[in-house]
């Protein structure tokens, strides 16, 4: 069943508390909430944290975003397999320690883009937004030159280097899709932009481990259904995001949960139709009343919120589709 998720900092304060009082008993841990833009963890780091959540009661579920895989791993540059020796070592540990569900992203240079950070929303809350005439180009030296071709032959390298170690440590791997999903940010090329690409990923190394980061947002600013996407994917999604966006890969706002244009109880059906049993967070949540909008999309009463609208949608999709599977079991019994 969809295990509801919060995304914690590393050590106990008041979030953690929030979490226990909704419900909540699994943790995303992210760079956002790290305190630092970590990506490099020792075994120690990992130790550390899972520590610390398990005294409390909370299950170190998800390590997104804050993974070391580096831009030369990301291009194909000289120097990447030093880099993807380390991504196993961290696959390995974090394999050791049990924490099941790593989440990456193949979003080079520019990696997550938002021009807007102040887009006024519902009662003065605040979203972030992306507008692709408002961005620049050159993300960097390094990028130069960069074909489409190139980003595709590094991904199968990298996968078919690192799907094995995941496969021995329990480890599932969740790609993220590029953020806004287009052609190319910043001049690089981007290729987690379509189902289509989505399954061309799947298909390099057919394998559990070798999944999907299903970040509704991203998906809805591709321009598909995004209940027939989530079925598509099926047992391929390892880990999910529940957003909605305004608009398409050019330019979008973020919304509130119960006020973009997705049907949310549809897509929760289908996460609960598909069988889907990983975590499932709330992301990019509106800054609310008494917030500073330091970190957008990420302040706490914006998730309280968000939690609370998606566990109604999760009994609701549990009772429906509950409900229509033992019709379709008696109608088989009386068939």
């Known amino acids: 069943m969809v295990q509801l998720s919060l995304v914690l900092p590393r050590q106990p304060d008041e979030r953690w508390q929030l979490a226990k009082q909704m419900g909540v008993e699994q943790a995303v841990v992210h760079p956002l909430e790290v305190?630092?833009?970590?990506?490099?963890?020792s075994y120690d780091d990992l130790l550390g944290t899972k520590n610390w959540l398990e005294d409390a009661g909370l299950e170190f579920a998800v390590l997104e975003g804050s993974v070391p895989i580096s831009d030369r791993i990301r291009l194909g540059l000289d120097g990447r397999d030093e880099d993807i020796a380390e991504f196993k070592g961290f696959l390995r540990d974090c394999g050791d320690l049990?924490?099941?569900v790593v989440c990456y992203d193949w979003m080079a240079g520019v990696r997550w883009a938002r021009t807007e950070a102040h887009v006024?929303?519902?009662g003065g809350s605040?979203?972030?937004?992306?507008?692709?005439?408002?961005?620049?180009?050159?993300?960097g030296t390094d990028a130069a030159d960069v074909t489409r071709e190139q980003?595709?032959?590094a991904i199968e390298y990298f996968?078919?280097?690192v799907v094995p170690v995941a496969e021995e440590a329990g480890v599932k791997l969740g790609l993220h899709p590029d953020d806004?999903?287009?052609e190319s940010v910043g001049d690089i090329p981007r290729i987690a932009n379509s189902v289509e690409n989505y399954d061309r990923?799947?298909?390099i190394y057919d394998s559990e481990y070798n999944g999907v980061t299903f970040c509704q947002g991203n998906f809805a600013a591709m321009g598909v259904d995004v209940p027939e996407t989530i079925r598509h994917f099926g047992e391929k999604i390892n880990f999910a995001h529940f957003r909605d966006v305004a608009g398409d890969a050019d330019r979008f706002v973020e919304t509130w949960h119960d006020d973009g244009p997705t049907d949310m109880q549809a897509a929760m059906d289908a996460f609960v139709d598909a069988g889907f049993d990983g975590p499932m967070r709330p992301d990019h949540v509106p800054t609310m009343a008494g917030e500073d909008n330091s970190n957008p999309g990420y302040h706490t009463k914006g998730r309280l919120f968000a939690i609370g609208y998606m566990r109604g949608l999760l009994e609701s999709a549990e009772g429906t589709v509950g409900a229509a599977q033992e019709t379709a079991e008696a109608t088989e019994g009386g068939a």
């Not at 305190?35 to 963890?41: L, N």
């Not at 605040?126 to 993300?139: E, F, I, S, V």
């Open 35 to 41: 305190g630092d833009d970590k990506t490099h963890w």
């Open 98 to 100: 049990g924490i099941p």
């Open 120 to 122: 006024e929303s519902r």
């Open 126 to 139: 605040l979203t972030t937004g992306y507008d692709n005439a408002k961005m620049g180009t050159g993300p």
């Open 151 to 153: 980003v595709w032959d």
């Open 159 to 161: 996968l078919t280097e």
């Open 180 to 182: 806004p999903p287009r």
């Open 201 to 203: 990923v799947l298909d």
